[in-house]
């Protein structure tokens, strides 16, 4: 394969001459066009920008004239010209490059400002089909990758955040610019080029319903830097999507220290889970540890429904995260405080709840705007040694499902009722997962085990632990529905629900063995039905 190879060496300094300016996002370009033309850059424009400048009062050319050649077709042609990338890609110390420029009176451009058409926007609003695809900005990637291409001469910006370190690199060295600083801008000016067409492609495959395009690529907008990842020899960052679904990406910190990794990690998984329990049913409380729930309830009130959450494990709730599906109040935010907890995050919160968590300044406290709706379908992914994961998220809802009693004896209207908040519950525990759950409280969480059975056993025991902290004379297991989030392949996971004191069953069926579970349930006089959807949570 032949390899294309200029070996020209790159200047470090090199000076802005003339500029390019050509923005969706006005944000600050007038003041930057001010700077330029106060150094005596020659100032070059299109469209709206080349009319914000010129409002300012500032000389400023359009590229119609440099070009001979007019805007057409609404815009969608005014900058695909040689005049243009010429002006970008030309190598300044190559000879027939120079030769090129001077026969065809193309003129060096050092400056390039650009952002693009809001497709990203357009698109988490919901627009149409037609206006989605009008929103595709073409000229300005096009103009984007030449300058950053070419980044040996010419300085490209493509956010308005940039403008004022650059005017210090101009007012430091006499209106040039530094190759660092060069580089570091052809490289962010990639990034914002490959995250925009990678929400183009997946805005297509979406829209025509195109579940496995040839080429997948997620791309995402750098929301801040952690201090480490899981651990602290790890590197790490939040990027966020665009995605405009309620939770830890869109949540406002309206106090606490900065979200670590593994906060915004649990935090995620705390609100996803409480988003279940729809607000206008009931108030519901998730308490999550390393991604599992180790409590979650409703309520009469948030306040009951936070402490029945609490009873199902205090021990490991400890330094945990709360995520709530009401406002947060003043009375909920009391009890809250009196356990050390590391995250609460709630649709809003209310001033009195504010100045009661502001009592803990390190609380970190999040005010999602809303909560996300478990049936909206979206992708998930996750990382493997040389690929990447990518599948629908998991928006199956138990009430949207046909159950089916399996044995003889169905269940009552009470365990029903449980059987349907265990399963909830038990679509966001780590596989294998068991879940008791009793009167809208979790009575007991195995999760994440090797062994079904184990985890029935470990949920047991939660139980059991509970109980005595409690005070209760026996545990909340007795008398519960439980819920396997996957099928029950052998018997022997069963007889342990059963000996935990559970009186019925709801797991989604299909196991080869599944009649010789049937079987043990009649003959303990257990109410059991299937769901026929599994939720295994890695």
Known sequence: ?????????????????????????????????????????RLLSTGGTYKA???????????????????????RVKTLHPTVHGGLLAIRDDSEHQEAMKKHGIEAIDL???????????????????????????GGPAMIRASAKNHAYVTILTDPDDYAEFKEQLSADAGKTAYAFRQRMAAKAYSRTAAYDAAISNWFAE????????HRVIGGVLKEEMRYGENPHQKAAFYVTGEKRPGVSTAVLLQGKQLSYNNINDTDAAY????EFLPEKAPACAIIKHANPCGVATGSSLVEAYQRALACDSVSAFGGIIALNQILDGETA???VK??????????????????????????????????DPRVTGLTAKTVSGGLLVQSRDNGMVEDLELKVVTRRAPTAQELEDMKFAFKVGKHVKSNAVVYAKDGQTAGIGAGQMSRVDSARIAALKAEEAAKALGLAVPMTKGSAVASEAFLPFADGLLSMIAAGATAVIQPGGSMRDQEVIDAANEHGIAMVFTGMRHFRH
């Open 1 to 41: 394969m032949a390899v294309i190879s200029k070996k020209i060496p790159v200047p470090d300094k090199v000076e802005i001459k003339t500029a390019l300016l050509s923005v969706f996002d006005k944000t600050g370009i007038v003041e930057l066009a001010q700077a330029l033309s106060e150094r005596g850059v």
């Open 53 to 75: 400048i010129a409002a300012a009062g500032l000389a400023v050319t359009d590229v119609s004239d440099i070009t001979g050649f007019p805007e057409i077709m609404d815009g």
């Open 112 to 138: 390039a400002v650009i952002n693009l058409y809001p497709f990203e926007e357009v698109r988490a609003a919901g627009g149409d089909y037609p206006t989605t695809v009008e929103n595709i900005d073409i």
């Open 207 to 214: 829209a025509l319903s195109i579940d496995t395009p040839r």
């Open 272 to 275: 996803e889970l409480v988003a």
């Open 334 to 336: 009391e009890e809250i």
């Open 339 to 372: 356990l050390f907890t590391e995250v609460i995050i709630a649709p809003d919160v209310t001033e009195e709840a504010k100045a009661i968590v502001a009592r803990k300044p390190n609380l970190r406290l999040l005010s999602a705007g809303g909560l996300p």
